[in-house]
């Protein structure tokens, strides 16, 4: 007799259709590796984000409508607040359940971004965006940006004094943009800042807009995911044409089981850790200022850019440019957009045009790992840049020594993560080298015949010679045997060919890896 889920499947299956593509989609393989759970954190913690938002929405006013506060916190009651901000504060204090749910709504847009950018890198390091992957890349990076901006508009819903001051500083960079700068201020706020649309106009932009954007990029993330097949690490019996891994049924349960215990995790933190107290900030005041005012951690890029650059301006023909607001835009942006055509720039410098569904190693990309780890110190230090003010508060030290540290450390500390990080992929690739040929040091010393001491080596077993050999190695590319292109004027190579072979010279040149041991030099040394 069957039971009745298996009646419940029957059913589903006879009305929905589909039978054999779903039962196709249950004999899919899916690698295990716990980096490939950071995706994961990504969907649960959104689904935790449209949840609570949803509970959320019952019960906030998106209005600046003035009102006089009469709620349960004693402190503010005859003050004259927002709409929004009396919401929120009866939200907090009034609705069962509110606080946690508010609480847990602003940990989870917290560990959403987390989790993007960190699977993100992880993607980037093995190379899982190459082709047939770039376009999931796309919608990976996209999903950031989204999620960013998400975080942004909800941040400043409460209409709360530090959220107010986060707006200001968003104000003053819009409006550092040439000649349409002011018309994208008005058009934003409703009018001068700080307008009397703002709250409206982010509800709908952080409730409708944003969610429904987020989701397909989700969705279509997942579904191409499900088409090309799950990239997955190197290893014995595993190929581009295949992939080893765990039945869809187990993964689909251990997966269910992970959105519990992500939802858990989120649940937890809030209870125990407050985040965001409006009560204690107050409503805005255009004329007020919230002393160590801090953005959420994914904007403290931005803000770091900002507080360290010089008040340059330029005034010319009756117009101000600043500078100091421009400038740091200029450079967010190209920060990001760096990473987000990085795939492209990679796969032409290369050349190569087949599918690719094994992992790298970082250690043996190192000009990709270097630019990576360079990337992620760029925006570490900026990020340490927008607590200045913190910094020099709790350690006793000039505020204008820590921004000066932070405008040195913007240019020099990426370099040096650069070459540390090189340096440190060419030693491991070298470390590789060196035990595929002599074996593992096993610690014991043997005394030779003639009187030499030396260590004996063990040789390594056929599952860790194939992870230390199996990757590909590029060669760099060089002009034809002639010398001359084939657009290039009068014959010779264009600007572009020749940039092409400089950059694939600096990825896969000497000095940028070393040679992995060939077949017939293993058989030499170990004689086999």
């Keep these: 007799m069957k039971e009745s889920g298996e009646r419940l499947a029957e059913w589903a299956r006879a009305r929905l259709g589909h039978r054999g593509r779903a039962r196709g989609a249950l004999r899919k393989a899916f690698p295990d590796h716990w980096s490939f759970l950071l995706g994961e954190i990504c969907l649960y913690s959104f689904v935790v984000l449209v949840i609570t938002g949803v509970y959320l929405t019952f019960s906030f006013h998106p209005s600046s409508e003035q009102v006089v506060y009469e709620g349960s916190y004693a402190p503010l009651r005859g003050q004259r607040v927002s709409e929004a901000f009396d919401s929120t504060m009866h939200i907090s204090f009034d609705v069962r359940g509110g606080l946690l749910i508010r609480q847990a709504h602003h940990w989870a847009a917290l560990i959403f971004v987390a989790a993007v950018v960190v699977h993100m890198m992880r993607v980037f390091f093995t190379g899982a965006f190459r082709k047939p992957r770039e376009l999931n890349w796309i919608l990976g990076f996209s999903l950031l940006i989204l999620a960013m901006f998400g975080g942004l508009t909800g941040y400043d819903l409460p209409d709360d004094l530090l959220s107010g001051t986060g707006l200001a500083v968003v104000n003053g960079t819009i409006l550092s943009v040439p000649v349409v700068g002011t018309c994208l201020s008005m058009f934003l706020f409703g009018g001068e800042f700080p307008g009397d649309d703002l709250v409206a106009r982010f509800d709908t932009i952080h409730v409708l807009l944003i969610p429904a954007l987020m989701t397909a990029l989700i969705v279509a993330h997942v579904v191409l995911s499900l088409r090309h097949r799950h990239a997955q690490r190197p290893g014995p019996g595993r190929t581009d044409e295949n992939v080893v891994g765990i039945p869809a049924k187990v993964y689909l349960v251990k997966s269910a089981g992970y959105l519990f215990l992500v939802a858990g995790v989120i649940f937890f933190v809030a209870a125990v850790a407050q985040i965001n107290p409006v009560w204690l900030y107050g409503p805005y005041r255009p004329d007020q ?240």
């Design 289 to 528: 200022v919230s002393a160590g005012s801090q953005p959420d951690w994914y904007m403290g890029v931005a803000d770091g850019l900002l507080r360290v650059m010089p008040g340059w301006e330029i005034s010319a023909w009756g117009r101000t440019l600043a500078l100091d607001n421009l400038i740091p835009m200029v450079a967010g942006v190209g920060l990001f957009l760096a990473m987000g055509a990085y795939p492209f720039i990679e796969a032409w410098v290369t050349g190569g045009d087949r599918e690719q569904h094994l992992l790298d190693r970082p250690r043996n990309r190192p000009v990709r790992t270097a630019l990576g780890a360079a990337w992620l110190s760029a925006y570490l230090v900026a990020l340490i840049g927008a607590a200045n003010d913190l910094i020099a508060t709790r350690f006793h030290v000039s505020v204008n020594a820590v921004t000066w540290a932070v405008r040195v450390g913007l240019f020099a500390v990426p370099l040096i993560v650069w070459f540390v990080a090189e340096r440190w992929t060419l030693g491991l690739q070298r470390r590789d080298r060196d035990m595929v040929l002599d074996g593992r040091e096993t610690g014991i010393v043997k005394r030779l015949p003639h009187g030499e001491y030396v260590e004996v080596h063990e040789p390594l077993g056929r599952e860790e010679l194939h992870a230390l050999t199996a990757h590909e190695q590029y060669t760099p590319l060089t002009l034809p045997a002639d010398g001359n292109g084939t657009d290039g004027a009068h014959g010779g190579p264009t600007r572009a060919q020749r940039l092409r072979i400089r950059l694939s010279r600096g990825f896969y040149g000497e000095g940028s890896q070393i040679t992995k041991p060939t077949e017939q030099e293993y058989k030499e040394i170990t004689h086999s």
